[in-house]
Every structure is written in C-alpha cells, then in structure tokens.
C-alpha cells in the first residue's frame, strides 16, 4: 500500500521551455502533497506544500510564477517548470501525505530527473 | 528553526558487521521523527516513524530508537543489500497554515556494505 507514482521518470528539454511533472497517490487519497528538489549528493530540500482545491505554499526562495504546482484532486498534484534554464535541471521528487496512527506520513514518488540543455 | 544532523556522513561496512547511525535534531514540539532509505536515482523509502522518547522499532535488520534529542538506526549483520543513503528527518508539531506535516531532513548516511 501507499504507492506514489511520478511521470516522466526522465525529461529533456531546450532551454525556454516548459515542463509538466505530473504525482499521482494510486492507492490512497492525499490531502496534501510536497514537492522536493535535491541536487547531487545533497538531501532533499522542499520547495512547496500543495493541498487539494488549495493555492500551493512555497518555500522561501522559491519562485511561485516559476514552479507552478496545481493540486486538481486527492490523488494528483502536477508541478510545472516554466520557461525552463539549465540550473533547473535536478531531481524532482513528490510525495503525499498519509494519516497513520498519530500523525501524517509521506510516501516519496520514485522521482523525475530534469535535464535542460 | 528545526535542524537534523546524521553522522557519520559516510560508513562502509564488512557484511555482517553491526553498527550504529546517529541523527540529532532541534525541533520545537516533535511530532514525529522519520527514517527512510534511499537508493541512488530514486525517491526516499519509508522505513520507520518514531514518536516519543524511548520508543523503538525493528523491521528486519535494522532497529529505530529515540531519544530526547538523537534517534539511532541500529544494523544488525548487514548485507550488501542494505547498501543505500538513510535520511532521518523530523516534524513539528502542528504549526498552523498549510505547511503542517512538513518534514526537515537532515543530509544523510551513505552506508556501503562490502561483501
């Protein structure tokens, strides 16, 4: 149980485009999802909570018009890279939050490798 | 503001030699302290949620205490297998808003077990 799926795995892109990544909750509903970057050898660092039906919070530093996240549903949450630059490029990772016991747990999504050229 | 701290930053092992990987945290009101294995190129793995101090937990080979300010993930005869990254990161208490449930982590343990 609490299986998070991200698509794609894998993404290339010019630079100046845009890039959809879509998490998807496939065994259970999330009221709330988070979205991480993380750079080589570096842990996860958070960008933004997004709750279902709600405007995302982002983390101070993140740039909102940049990182456009939308949360349509319990089990999807979509974060968009606009007009993307190669210092965009990392690993994108989501997770959803699942209520055990006493308090929230996150299941990660196996993660989305960005590369922009 | 929270802080997680995980030593030894790097650890390599002989198979079936225990050890030990520290995590020290700063957390005002702790509602949850979290350890996850991560394998390279993918997201992080739940292993464990510890609460209060003094709890433990064990799944297979790897055992998760708590303390009041340090949680220990203890490895019993490892084998290569358990080769991973392991991340410990902490939650406050419910602070209000929409960030509630966020998680700080710390920077990891990057544990080889050699056959």
């Known amino acids: 149980g609490a299986v998070v799926s991200q698509h794609p795995s894998r993404v290339i892109c010019k630079s100046g485009t845009s890039v959809k990544i879509e998490c998807r909750s496939l065994?259970?509903?999330?009221?709330?999802m988070f979205w991480y970057r993380q750079f080589p050898k570096q842990s996860l660092m958070l960008m933004a909570t997004s709750n279902e039906g709600s405007k995302a919070t982002y983390e101070q530093g993140v740039e909102k018009d940049k990182f456009l996240i939308n949360h349509a549903s319990l089990t999807l949450s979509t974060l968009t890279v606009t007009s993307a630059h190669p210092e965009d490029s990392s690993f994108y990772i989501c997770?959803?939050?699942?209520?055990?016991?006493?308090?929230?747990?996150?299941?990660f999504g196996p993660g989305t490798r960005l590369t922009v050229l | 503001e929270d802080q997680v701290t995980q030593s030894p930053e790097a650890l390599r092992l002989q198979e079936g030699e225990s050890s030990s990987l520290n995590c020290s945290y700063t957390?005002?009101?702790?509602?949850?302290l979290f350890w996850y294995r991560q394998d390279p190129g993918k997201g992080p793995e739940f292993l464990f949620t510890l609460y209060s101090a003094g709890e433990e937990k064990e799944k297979e080979r790897l055992k998760a205490t708590l303390t009041k300010k340090e949680s220990f993930l203890h490895i019993t005869a490892p084998k290569p297998e358990d080769s991973a990254t392991y991340l410990c990161a902490v939650q406050r208490g419910f602070a209000g808003g929409t960030s509630y449930g966020k998680l700080t982590f710390g920077q990891g343990t990057i544990l080889t077990v050699h056959p």
């Open positions: 997770s959803a939050s699942l209520w055990l016991i006493h308090t929230d747990t996150q299941y």
């Open positions: 065994d259970f509903q999330a009221t709330t």
């Open positions: 957390v005002s009101g702790l509602r949850g």
